[in-house]
């Protein structure tokens, strides 16, 4: 359901507080004034700095103080006028340390009287801030104000290009292509941060072109990153990048395809996501950001435990703020990283069920192509209800990687280091890195075997600062330097047998040639180890 057609069902159930959370008063004004309009109501706003006004002229000057000015409110109530009041600057004065006890008492009498005695009114409460804690909370219902959709974004970039384009000096490219791209660069911003990225972006070179998409991607970056809970990553990698994991990887690639508006006429859904979950350093945060540069979408991570903020609502405030960015952002990919570490870290239990809560459901329902690609390293903290059927489309097991994987990592590896895999002795280095030199059921982890790559280079380079004849990167350098190593496998077996036992019964093993894991974990037994 649309914003205005939610709030409006709120209006005629004649809900008598209702605060809506934003930053864009400009916007949301407007919005809320054509609501009004389309109900008939008048539309009388409130502000500290001019108290009661309608139509741009003020009510009374008294109404100033809060008090007076919801006597005037009731007084209008009274005449069974239908208004819509919008107060702008009232949370400060009803919660937190400046609140006011007359203001709160007046303001949740008046909100009992339009329930009790037929007022055909409702107040508004315009707020940046949804942290009310206090009394009134009771009587407040919260209301979500989205991000302008791609249709608004479209309309401010064509209104802002015909405001300039004639300007002398000032050279706009207005072609269907470039303004496709600023408004998909655009996209998860409010209309004022889309007009200061605009505005400068005119200024700087006084041109706006495709060259400018690249700006407003930083800004966005720097933007999101301001709210804390977000980050949006950026990279080149391709799945390419990923050695081994291939069903997981086949998997990915074929809902690939899936966004297309064509991919919806054929009668495809948007897949929904993935859970992997795992063994840590096997590539499942590489993944999370090789796919979404696969698919040429953004990606947006979301730190779990930045969700929870330190006043009661807020936390819930946080991820809805968030699931709000990225819906605004869509198509992208959503990665929640070790997504069972938010969940412990809610604090008391009921936020932390609050917060996942609002997750799921919004899992559940949402049509947006959000893909969401959460991870997660430790299954005992998962609650069952993110395992049910319906919230992913798969749950996915990596293990540590098998001979043919540890191969591709490896190759992938040292060609990084701008040398030809070729030239070395790959099998001998499968051999070296797996359970033929390790013992049974340890083998080096996919960042282990990055960083095998890196020391042995480092290794090379200090003979070759020594003035040794033989300098450059060597098997012999693989051979001293695996010496070192004590495999992350080899110390935490008992944790990573838990984890294949409970994969065999929840999860799809992400490689093609991961036959092992039920056979070792249906006899073993187990002790129950957080990783
Ligand atoms: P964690 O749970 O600890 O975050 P993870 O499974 O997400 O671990 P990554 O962060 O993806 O692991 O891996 C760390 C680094 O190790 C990667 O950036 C990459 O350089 C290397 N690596 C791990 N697995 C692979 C792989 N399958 N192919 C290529 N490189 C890999």
């Known amino acids: ?235 080149k990698l391709s799945l390419d990048d990923v050695g081994g994991l291939s069903v997981l990887k086949r998997w990915l690639e074929l809902r690939g395809h899936s966004f297309s508006e064509e991919a919806k006429d054929f009668g495809l859904n948007p897949p929904k996501g993935v859970l992997l979950v795992g063994i840590p350093g096997c590539g499942k945060s590489l993944t999370a950001k090789c796919i979404a540069s696969a698919w040429s979408m953004p990606l947006l991570k979301l730190d779990m435990g930045k969700v929870f903020g330190r006043y009661v609502g807020d936390s819930e405030a946080n991820i809805r703020q968030a699931l709000k960015t990225a819906e605004a952002i869509a198509p992208c990919v959503l990665w929640i990283d070790e997504i069972e570490k938010g969940l412990a870290s809610g604090g008391d239990s009921g936020t932390s069920s609050r917060v996942f809560g609002n997750l799921l459901s919004w899992m559940q329902d949402k049509t947006s192509p959000v893909f969401i690609f959460a991870t997660a390293n430790n299954i005992r903290n998962l609650p069952p209800e993110l395992l049910r059927k319906g919230r992913f489309d798969e749950i996915f097991f990596v293990d540590l990687p098998d001979d043919e994987e540890r191969k591709k990592i490896l190759e992938i590896h040292i060609n990084k280091t701008g040398r030809k895999s070729d030239s070395f002795d790959l099998d001998k280095l499968v051999r070296l890195s797996g359970e033929s030199n390790f013992g049974d059921e340890v083998r080096l982890a996919g960042a282990e075997l990055e960083a095998w790559v890196k020391d042995s280079l480092l290794e090379a380079y200090s003979r070759k600062v020594s003035g040794e004849k033989e300098s450059d990167l060597s098997m012999k350098d693989f051979e001293d330097t695996i010496k070192r190593f004590v495999p992350m496998a080899k110390m935490r077996q008992e944790d990573f047998k838990e984890l294949r036992e409970w994969a065999n019964e929840n999860a799809v093993s992400a490689s093609a040639t991961n036959k092992n894991a039920k056979a070792e974990t249906q006899t073993s037994a187990g002790r129950k180890i957080d990783f």
């Not at 916007?27 to 539309?43: C, S």
């Not at 340390?97 to 409460?125: D, H, M, V, W």
């Not at 660069?185 to 007009?195: C, K, P």
Request: glycine share 4%.
């Open 1 to 235: 359901m649309d914003f205005t057609t939610e709030l409006k069902n709120y209006l005629k159930a004649r809900y008598p507080l209702i605060l809506i959370k934003s930053s864009e008063e400009d916007r949301l004004t407007n919005d809320l004034k054509k609501v009004a309009k389309e109900l008939k109501h008048r539309f009388i706003t409130w502000s500290i700095a001019s108290g009661l006004q309608h139509d741009g002229q003020s009510l009374d000057e008294a109404s100033l103080e809060l008090k007076r000015a919801l006597d005037i409110c009731e007084a209008l109530a009274k005449k069974d006028e239908p208004i819509l009041f919008v107060f702008y600057d009232l949370v400060p004065l009803i919660s937190g340390q400046g609140a006011s006890p007359i203001y709160q008492r007046r303001i949740k009498e008046f909100a009992l009287n339009i329930r009790t005695k037929g007022y055909r009114c409702n107040c508004i409460i315009v707020s940046y801030n949804a942290d009310i804690n206090s009394s009134v909370e009771t009587e407040i219902t919260m209301l979500d104000y989205p991000l302008p959709t791609r249709k608004d974004v479209e309309k401010q970039i064509s209104e802002f290009v015909m405001q300039y384009q004639s300007e002398k000096g000032i050279k706009i490219d207005s072609s269907k292509k470039t303004l496709q791209a600023l408004t998909s660069a655009a996209l998860g911003l409010t209309y004022s941060e889309i007009e200061n990225c605009l505005s400068r972006a005119l200024v700087t070179d006084k041109s706006l072109d495709i060259e400018d998409v690249k700006s407003i991607v930083n800004e966005k970056k720097q933007i999101i990153r301001k709210s804390g809970i977000l980050e949006y990553v950026e990279n």
